[in-house]
């Protein structure tokens, strides 16, 4: 089977001792793609290089968490290396962009303006380079389908969807496919897990967002962290494990959720057609 891990920062920190490896393991159980999203300006050549090195793909973008720290100058950087690889087949998306509704400090006034001002300005972007987008959904669904509703796009994935049933439909409407990864594998994710299950095969893609969003069986309570235990590493080679609990969720086959999941995330991000 093949799988397409959607939402990869293969680029983090946390992947510096070892992350060839990190990505050959992934690749030996069958993961074949994955899409490397990235969070500011500095890293833009990074994970082209690293897409380029493992014959995975990327996205170029500005996070919210990481808009403190940004100015116009990176939207303008961000602007130059669209058009400059805009022949580049492994260049899929805008992203990671969007809005943060859950970290404190990026929500008082003067924050969420300057993480709104740089949301619309890469929807702009996106759509003078007509690419899709992969979008940051933390309790921000409905400031994103405003911004979506201001500045249309070519579809894209909203990573790590933990909205309503109705904020999903207007993505889905949009044409966006929602992203599935860790938190899913929860058991007190009721509401998750009930989408999961019940929304549409076609509007769904897989994710690990590693090395964060780690599954139960990586998660090491904050308890045992304060005891010692380290947490662990959630990586690329997880997204098997992923997708073997939403298989068991929707009572299907792994080859059949293989083949729509990877079908679904070549339909978000086109150009995961040309190298696949």
Known sequence: MSWIDTHCHLDAAEFDADRDAVRQHAKSLGVDVCVIPAVMASHFDEVRLLAHRHHDAYALGIHPLYTPQANDADLATLDA?????????????????????FVPALNTPEAITKQTHFFEAQLQLAQRHRLPVILHVRRSADGLLKGLRQFPVVGGIAHAFNGSRQQAQMFIEMGFKLGFGGAMTYDRATKLRALATDLPLSALVLETDAPDIPPHWIYTPAQ?????????RNSPAELPRLASVLGELRGISLEELAAATSAN?????PRLQSHL
């Open 81 to 101: 290396h669209l058009h400059a690889y805009r022949d580049d087949p492994r260049l899929v998306a805008v992203g990671e962009i969007g809005l943060d509704g």
């Open 224 to 232: 045992e962290r304060e005891q010692g235990k380290a947490q662990g």
């Open 265 to 269: 995330a070549r339909q978000a991000l």
